[in-house]
C-alpha cells in the first residue's frame, strides 16, 4: 500500500461498489494511499449478471466485485470490511468510525455507498426481485423479452415504464395497483401502444413449482404474466453523510421516486474535502455508468489534492 501523508491515509472511500473501486483504483495508480470500507451488501447481489457493462455482460456482480479487489490489491490500495457509522471532521481531513470502532483518519472522504430499492409491499416481490421482478429494461429486458410482461405501478412513473417496456415485448399490461388510472392523453398513449390498462389492488405473486404464473388480485382475478416490471423508490441514505451535515434531496420527479445526496458534477459537496460518485448521488446510473463516475470523480479529488500540495509547497 502507498505510504499515508503525515501518517494519514489520502482517501478513504466509503463502499465498496462498481464506483467505489473504481475510484479507489484511480486513486491508488495515482501512488494515493485508499482503503476502501464496505459491508459487502451490493445492491445488485440478487441478479443473475451484469449486463450492458462492455466486455463484462453477463458477470455476475460477486465476480465483478472480486476482480476489481483483486485490481485494488495489485496497486497497493486495501479493502476493510465493514461499515462506517460516524465521521467527523479534523484538522483538514476526516475521522471515520466502523462498527467495530476501529478509527480511520483521512484527507479526504469519498462515500459511493449506493442506494436502496424500496419495493412495492406485494408478497412475492421483494423474493423473487432481479429474477422474474425487474426494474430496469436496459439491465434486463433481453431477458425478458417476448414474454408476457405485468408492470406493477407503485409510483408516478408506471405509465412512463409501461411504456419503455413495451419496446421488448407486445404482450404487456399495466397494473393500477395503488396508483390513480392514467390521464386521458396518457390512456390514448397505451392503447396506440396495444398496452392493457387492468385497474385492482395487486394482492400477490402466484408462484408454481417455484415459476411465477402471473399477479393475483385483491379481488381474487388472476392476470396472467411471466415477468412483473416494478419501479421501486430509490433511497439513498448514509449516517456518515448525515454526519457531516449533507441533507438528501428528491429526485427532479419527486420523493415518490426517489432521494438522493447532492454534488457536483465533479463529485465534490457543500462540505469541503468530501465527495460522492455512484447511485448515492445519481440514483439513475447503472453499474458502468457508476463505475465510470468512480474513476472521474477521483481524477477530480486527485487534482484538487496535487493544487492543495502545490500550494503548501509555495508557501
Given at each position: 500500500?502507498?505510504?499515508?501523508?503525515?501518517?494519514?491515509?489520502?482517501?478513504?472511500?466509503?463502499?465498496?461498489?462498481?464506483?467505489g473501486l473504481s475510484a479507489a483504483i484511480t486513486l491508488a495508480r495515482a501512488l494515493r494511499s485508499v482503503v476502501v470500507v464496505d459491508a459487502g451488501q451490493p445492491r445488485n447481489a440478487p441478479a443473475a449478471g451484469v449486463h450492458g457493462f462492455l466486455s463484462r455482460d453477463g458477470i455476475?456482480?460477486?465476480?465483478?466485485?472480486?476482480?476489481?479487489?483483486?485490481?485494488?490489491?495489485?496497486?497497493?490500495?486495501?479493502?476493510?470490511?465493514?461499515?462506517?457509522?460516524?465521521?467527523?471532521?479534523?484538522?483538514?481531513?476526516?475521522?471515520?468510525?466502523?462498527?467495530?470502532?476501529?478509527?480511520?483518519?483521512?484527507?479526504?472522504?469519498?462515500?459511493?455507498?449506493?442506494?436502496?430499492?424500496?419495493?412495492?409491499?406485494?408478497?412475492?416481490?421483494?423474493?423473487?426481485?432481479?429474477?422474474?421482478?425487474?426494474?430496469?429494461?436496459?439491465?434486463?429486458?433481453?431477458?425478458?423479452?417476448?414474454?408476457?410482461?405485468?408492470?406493477?405501478?407503485?409510483?408516478?412513473?408506471?405509465?412512463?415504464?409501461?411504456?419503455?417496456?413495451?419496446?421488448?415485448?407486445?404482450?404487456?399490461?399495466?397494473?393500477?395497483?395503488?396508483?390513480?388510472?392514467?390521464?386521458?392523453?396518457?390512456?390514448?398513449?397505451?392503447?396506440?401502444?396495444?398496452?392493457?390498462?387492468?385497474?385492482?389492488?395487486?394482492?400477490?405473486?402466484?408462484?408454481?413449482?417455484?415459476?411465477?404464473?402471473?399477479?393475483?388480485?385483491?379481488?381474487?382475478?388472476?392476470?396472467?404474466?411471466?415477468?412483473?416490471?416494478?419501479?421501486?423508490?430509490?433511497?439513498?441514505?448514509?449516517?456518515?453523510?448525515?454526519?457531516?451535515?449533507?441533507?438528501?434531496?428528491?429526485?427532479?420527479?419527486?420523493?415518490?421516486?426517489?432521494?438522493?445526496?447532492?454534488?457536483?458534477?465533479?463529485?465534490?459537496?457543500?462540505?469541503?474535502?468530501?465527495?460522492?460518485?455512484?447511485?448515492?448521488?445519481?440514483?439513475?446510473?447503472?453499474?458502468?455508468?457508476?463505475?465510470?463516475?468512480?474513476?472521474?470523480?477521483?481524477?477530480?479529488?486527485?487534482?484538487?489534492?496535487?493544487?492543495?500540495?502545490?500550494?503548501?509547497?509555495?508557501?
Amino acid at each position: 500500500m502507498t505510504q499515508p501523508h503525515n501518517g494519514r491515509t489520502d482517501v478513504v472511500v466509503i463502499g465498496g461498489g462498481p464506483a467505489g473501486l473504481s475510484a479507489a483504483i484511480t486513486l491508488a495508480r495515482a501512488l494515493r494511499s485508499v482503503v476502501v470500507v464496505d459491508a459487502g451488501q451490493p445492491r445488485n447481489a440478487p441478479a443473475a449478471g451484469v449486463h450492458g457493462f462492455l466486455s463484462r455482460d453477463g458477470i455476475s456482480p460477486a465476480e465483478l466485485l472480486a476482480t476489481g479487489r483483486e485490481e485494488l490489491a495489485r496497486y497497493g490500495g486495501r479493502v476493510r470490511s465493514g461499515s462506517a457509522v460516524t465521521a467527523r471532521t479534523r484538522d483538514d481531513g476526516f475521522e471515520v468510525t466502523l462498527t467495530d470502532g476501529e478509527v480511520i483518519e483521512a484527507r479526504r472522504l469519498l462515500v459511493t455507498t449506493g442506494l436502496t430499492d424500496e419495493l412495492p409491499d406485494v408478497d412475492g416481490v421483494k423474493e423473487r426481485f432481479g429474477r422474474d421482478v425487474v426494474h430496469c429494461p436496459y439491465c434486463h429486458g433481453w431477458e425478458v423479452r417476448g414474454k408476457r410482461i405485468a408492470v406493477l405501478a407503485s409510483g408516478p412513473m408506471g405509465v412512463h415504464q409501461a411504456l419503455l417496456f413495451r419496446q421488448w415485448t407486445d404482450d404487456l399490461v399495466l397494473l393500477t395497483h395503488t396508483t390513480d388510472q392514467p390521464a386521458p392523453e396518457q390512456a390514448a398513449q397505451l392503447a396506440a401502444r396495444g398496452i392493457t390498462v387492468v385497474a385492482g389492488v395487486v394482492d400477490r405473486l402466484e408462484i408454481d413449482d417455484d415459476q411465477l404464473r402471473g399477479v393475483r388480485l385483491a379481488d381474487g382475478q388472476l392476470v396472467a404474466c411471466d415477468a412483473v416490471a416494478v419501479g421501486p423508490r430509490m433511497v439513498a441514505s448514509s449516517p456518515v453523510l448525515d454526519d457531516l451535515g449533507l441533507k438528501p434531496v428528491a429526485h427532479p420527479f419527486g420523493e415518490a421516486v426517489g432521494m438522493t445526496y447532492p454534488a457536483e458534477p465533479t463529485g465534490a459537496t457543500t462540505v469541503p474535502g468530501l465527495w460522492l460518485a455512484g447511485n448515492v448521488t445519481d440514483l439513475q446510473a447503472q453499474v458502468i455508468t457508476a463505475a465510470a463516475q468512480g474513476m472521474a470523480v477521483a481524477a477530480a479529488l486527485n487534482m484538487e489534492l496535487i493544487m492543495t500540495e502545490t500550494a503548501a509547497a509555495a508557501r
